[in-house]
């Protein structure tokens, strides 16, 4: 990793950590660099006693106390109390207004409102909303020059899709800003501050690739993975399951006896229900027989673990700043899949995990039960058609992932057969 991504464990050894400055200082220092301070239970952050510089950490001069000191007398009422700090001075800033979100999101995060991963992509834009446009620049002062030339340096470095994403973050900010007060009017982003159009889309999308596999490319990938990618695998293509699926999939939800997933999905909380080939089956089996010990309790009930007893995906902190811990997202179901395909020189733009979910749904709307379809994927279409269905029959899942099987392993064998 990059000297921004350096652990607090590696940073510690390469200097001591400052004393007290007196006696009753009410912070202490961390081994990041930051001084901090333990409040209603939750560490917060105020200032720097030490930077990184050349991939070490060192000592700042005077070691910053006397400013993280003042931070914290301005923020010491409202944080003793749960409030969050109001904004000073004569107008809000960027650093407001971001500072702000954040919490607010941070309270979502802490309600299981918001996912890990988009909690971490809101870190990311308010980042670079502070770096751009600067910490002490006025909300109100910016124009529309200012977000044209935003999107411009954005358009740069990511593509279409992201851009589009990124786009609406920034203005999920603004209007969060708005909707609580801290902003007298909405911003005016000006014409150009936009989602890249329909056609721009379609376009980046065939000139990416499908993101689909073939049946003899999946053979392949399934038949020299190993434990428990296999039926990581597996589950991408009997069920639809993406990353954060299996990262998350608890045993609990799993019926081996009589091969079956009940397992609302981690992003919406709609269910979702799949019938299990006994390949798929047997990959489990095998997958927990060889489950390392999780070294989290909040991971005890989950089917998949990574050798060192970690979820496959999840955050991670890599960073703390002023703003506080910078969390950074993990994928190792990604990145091991990712090693599978370079294997197999299978590795293109586009074509990942996730790939697994869009192969299975290509294949199963050929069987035309789209509704079964939506359940085992997990989708609802939002039609009165969802308000007034109660259930769909069993049956009518089975057809839909054997006819996936089917496509799949287009030879029947006596070990793929379920009755």
Request: aromatic share 8%; with cysteine.
């Amino acid at each position: 990793m990059g000297q921004s991504t350096l652990s607090p464990r590696s940073r510690k050894s390469s200097v001591s950590k400052p004393p007290k400055p007196y006696a009753k200082f009410p912070l202490t220092p961390h081994a990041s660099g930051a001084w901090q301070k333990k409040i209603l239970g939750k560490i917060k952050y105020f200032g720097r006693w030490g930077r990184v510089v050349n991939g070490k950490l060192t000592r700042i001069e005077g070691d910053g106390w006397k400013e993280a000191l003042e931070l914290y007398k301005a923020q010491a009422d409202d944080l003793h109390v749960g409030r969050t700090p109001r904004v000073t001075g004569d107008g809000l800033t960027i650093a407001d207004l971001c500072n702000r979100f954040l919490t607010a999101k941070q309270r979502s995060l802490e309600a299981s409102e918001i996912t890990a991963r988009t909690f971490t992509d809101y870190r990311a834009t308010t980042d670079r909303l502070v770096t751009t446009f600067g910490k002490t620049r006025l909300v109100d002062d910016l124009a529309s020059d200012d977000f044209e030339a935003l999107r411009a340096n954005i358009a740069k470095a990511w593509g279409p899709v992201r851009l589009g994403n990124e786009v609406q973050r920034v203005r999920t900010v603004f209007k969060y800003g708005f909707e609580s007060g801290l902003i007298e009017k909405p911003v005016r982003y000006g014409p150009q501050f936009k989602k890249p159009s329909k056609s721009v889309l379609r376009k980046h999308r065939v000139a990416s690739g499908k993101r689909l596999f073939e049946a003899d490319q999946l053979r392949t990938l399934i038949d020299s993975a190993g434990v428990p990618l296999k039926a990581m695998i597996l589950l991408g293509v009997n069920c639809a399951f993406g990353n954060a699926d299996v990262a998350n999939l608890p045993l609990s939800a799993v019926d081996l006896e009589r091969g079956w997933i009940k397992f609302p999905r981690p992003k919406t909380g709609i269910e979702r229900r799949c019938p299990l080939w006994a390949e798929t089956v047997q990959a489990l089996k095998q997958a927990i027989a060889e489950r390392p010990t999780p070294k989290l309790a909040a991971d005890a009930d989950l089917l998949f673990v990574t050798k060192y007893g970690k979820r496959w995906v999840r955050t991670t902190v890599t960073e703390f700043t002023d703003r506080g811990p910078k969390h950074t997202p993990v994928d190792s179901t990604g990145l091991e899949f990712g090693k599978l395909l370079r294997e197999h020189n299978l590795k293109r733009a586009g074509l990942g995990f996730y790939a697994l979910r869009h192969t299975f749904r290509t294949i199963a709307d050929a069987t035309r039960d789209f509704p079964a379809v939506r359940l085992v994927m997990g989708h609802a279409d939002g039609s009165i058609d969802d308000v007034y269905r109660e259930h769909i029959d069993d049956d009518r899942l089975k057809a839909v992932v054997e006819h996936v099987r089917k496509w799949l392993r287009p030879k029947p064998t006596s070990e793929l057969t379920r009755e």
